[in-house]
């Protein structure tokens, strides 16, 4: 322990606190704090400081450096003593996400806040938290995952009632360290789509507050932050979410050979929209149903009421996750959502949609990763299958002729 270190050093060396405060340049406080323990991670420089004020190893000699000692110490610093709170990276590998790991861990490091959206069950945490693991090293002062989907939907509540719980979480995740500013932190925000301003003005507070901390957002919608860099997590294309089927089948149910399946596997991919989560829950049901009988009239719809009791409570069924982002909807936008979810299949908005309010609603939607876009052309906009089949099961009531008329 850092802590431990510290005090053996100071003792050894004859030094009171108040000494190697004077020696050093850090305050008298701080070496407390540090030789209690109660800053796990001190800033590189003060470390720094403190080997330079403590000098060289009694056993090294005169004018020979303590080389050993600050080796070490760097050491501990840059891994045992490297902060990690909150939920880690996944343990599974991440298949078909080179990609995308690979521009956010660039935009990660040179962007102090990261938005990154996608539909549901895309993969947006999982791939944050492989991020910050990979970038760990840039952070040395501690990375910070503070889990916001237990949070109440601030439409719920007054304002400044989510904006105290939402700063009382982060601010008790970060921790009341005095050397705080100025530290190379990274704070991911995961689950943030029904915070939108409680989060925006949490995040332009903190980086007013703190001119190193980095912060990732995962939102199945962005809050409105002019400055943030947008990555959009798309579904994954189809070979890489066909090599996901079969490598969580192979783990899960080794005996179940899928070699001659491939045009099954790929139909099974593209009924679920290229969505890990529900390839995950797909590759557990079949331990128990064949792909054919999955397959078989829309039988993966099944898929939508799999328990993951490992999730978050909106998270443990798809029913639930799908129930959650229509929940933030409001009667509008559920009119329009419904009403695309019943056409054959892509509409563009010259045809259907003319209005500028109707035009509005769609980008709403849009942004809420409920409604894809396909901006090859004039732009069309459809409803993913499994949403269209959660639509067809009734897990969206009919809207009331008045609000049909207005979208």
């Known amino acids: 322990m850092i802590s431990n270190r510290l005090l053996r050093l100071r003792l050894q060396r ?13 305050s008298v406080r701080t070496i407390r704090n540090l030789e209690r323990g109660q800053i796990q991670a001190p800033r590189r420089s003060s470390i720094e400081m403190l080997l330079n004020a403590l000098g060289p190893e009694p056993s090294a000699g005169p004018g020979r450096p303590a080389l050993g000692v600050a080796v070490e110490w760097t050491r501990l610093a840059e891994s045992g003593g490297l902060v990690w709170r909150g939920a880690r990276p996944p343990r599974t590998s991440l298949i078909g996400r080179d990609t995308d790991a690979a521009e956010l861990t660039s935009r990660v490091a040179v962007n102090r806040v990261v938005v990154v959206t996608g539909p549901g069950g895309v993969g947006k945490s999982r791939i944050a938290l492989a991020v910050a693991g990979q970038l760990g090293h840039r952070f040395p002062d501690g990375v910070f995952v503070a889990e916001l989907g237990r949070i109440p939907a601030e439409r719920d509540r007054p304002l400044d009632s989510t904006m105290e719980l939402l700063a009382n979480t982060v601010g008790e995740l970060l921790g009341a360290d005095p050397e705080a500013t100025g530290r190379h932190r990274l ?7 029904h915070l939108p301003e409680a989060t925006t003005r949490l995040v332009e507070r903190l980086l007013g507050e703190d001119a190193e901390l980095h912060i990732v957002i995962t939102t199945r919608r962005p809050p409105r932050l002019p400055d943030a860099c947008i990555w959009d997590i ?37 009924y679920l929209d290229g969505l890990p989560r529900l390839i995950e829950f797909a590759a557990h049901r079949l331990r128990m149903v064949s792909l054919p009988t999955l397959l078989a009239g829309g039988q993966a719809v ?3 009421g799999q328990d993951d009791f490992a999730g978050l409570p909106h998270q ?55 409604l ?11 409803v993913p299958s499994h949403l269209r089949a959660f639509v067809a099961a009734g897990g969206l009531s009919e809207p009331d002729a008045a609000v049909r008329r207005a979208g």
């Open 14 to 26: 004859g030094l009171t606190q108040e000494e190697l405060s004077e020696l050093s340049g850090i």
């Open 187 to 193: 704070l991911v925000l995961d689950h943030a789509e």
């Open 234 to 270: 798309e579904p994954l294309p189809e070979p890489a979410a066909a090599e996901l089927v079969i490598d969580r089948v192979r783990a899960g149910c080794p005996s179940l050979d899928l070699s001659g399946e491939a045009a099954r596997v790929a139909q099974l991919c593209r």
């Open 302 to 304: 099944l898929l939508l």
């Open 316 to 370: 443990r069924t798809l029913a639930a996750s799908l129930r959650w982002s229509l929940d933030l909807l409001d009667e509008r936008h559920r009119a329009v959502l419904h009403r695309l979810a019943r056409l054959p299949g892509p509409v563009a908005v010259e045809g259907e949609f003319g209005t500028v309010e109707a035009m509005g609603i769609l980008a709403d939607l849009v942004d809420s990763s409920l």
């Open 372 to 382: 894809l876009v396909d901006r090859s052309g004039p732009y069309r906009y459809w």
